[in-house]
């Protein structure tokens, strides 16, 4: 079992930015693929931003590429997303997790355990 749990939420400006932090117990999270989701109320859980576990390997979603930056620091056990250049279209829920398979990283179905998520929230 691999719990999670994000941090670094908060209000912030359009224009400005956030890190979040996904801090993992029970297992190493260097054996995972792990990823960024995020959901607003009455919508699906969208992907935001997946690392690979052996390459190191990043994937964006088209809405935040060149914006946001994932990143993993397996020694801390701990997963980042630096979150540049806000928008109020990036306002949601933030959810870290964490997949055995390598593959879809896109997909929810690809990711076995997740975090309780982080409220961002950006004004204009």
């Known amino acids: 079992q691999v719990q999670l749990v994000e941090s670094g939420g908060g209000l912030v400006q359009a224009g400005g930015s956030l890190r979040l932090s996904c801090a993992a117990s029970g297992r190493t999270l260097s054996g995972y693929l792990m990823g960024w989701f995020r959901q607003v109320p009455g919508k699906e859980r969208e992907f935001v931003a997946a690392?690979?576990?052996?390459?190191?390997?990043?994937y964006y979603a088209d809405s935040v590429k060149g914006r946001f930056t994932i990143s993993r620091d397996n020694a801390k056990n701990t997963v980042y997303l630096q979150m540049n250049s806000l928008t109020p279209e990036d306002t949601a829920a933030y959810y870290c997790?964490?997949?055995?398979?390598?593959?879809?990283?896109?997909?929810?179905?690809?990711?076995?355990?997740w975090g309780q998520g982080t409220q961002v929230t950006v004004s204009s």
């Open positions: 690392i690979s576990r052996s390459t190191g390997a990043t």
């Open positions: 997790a964490a997949g055995v398979q390598q593959f879809g990283v896109q997909r929810r179905s690809t990711y076995d355990y």
